[in-house]
């Protein structure tokens, strides 16, 4: 049976998995839309559509590509990897919610418990890193305490 933390990263994993194959699709219905346009228009009409089109594509794309670097930083991480202080794949449990140190994701629940995915470099993460159990900080005048870091 997997354990909490191999759960959160199967479901994140999965939720980027979803996120890729609709950029993929997305692209792929832009690019044959555009190439239908192209075989019936002609003049400014079909310049400015096409251009439309190649924005469209190209703000997918770059959509597509973080999600994809968010991938390969998931698959990097070892569920199994114990720490006696916060590194990157660390899920860290406080005394206001309960955060994966990764990249940034959107929140997600498993077994009833609110998980926060987090970059490193996030304000929360920065003051994150490197603290060890009963260690105490402040982001945006809230203070946490660190419970536990699976």
Not at 121 to 137: A, C, R, Y
Not at 143 to 148: H, R, S
Request: avoid cysteine; hydrophobic fraction near 40%; aromatic fraction near 4%.
């Amino acid at each position: 049976m997997p354990n909490f933390k191999q759960k959160i990263l199967s479901q994140y994993q999965t939720l980027l998995q979803d996120k890729i194959d609709i950029y993929q699709d997305l692209i792929d219905s832009l690019t044959e839309d555009a190439q239908n346009d192209a075989k019936s228009s002609a003049g400014d009409k079909h310049e400015t559509t096409l251009s439309k089109l190649h924005i469209e594509q190209e703000k997918i794309a770059n959509k597509l590509k973080e999600a994809l670097e968010q991938q390969v930083i998931l698959s990097k991480l070892d569920s199994e990897q114990v720490s006696d202080n916060v590194v990157l794949g660390s899920l860290v449990k406080t005394n206001h919610l309960t955060v994966l140190v990764a990249t940034a994701l959107p929140k997600i629940t498993v077994d009833n418990q609110t998980i926060f995915a987090i970059s490193p470099q996030s304000p929360l993460g920065v003051q994150m890193m490197h603290k060890t159990i009963n260690s105490e900080f402040m982001v945006n005048n809230v203070a946490y305490k660190i419970l536990e870091i699976l």
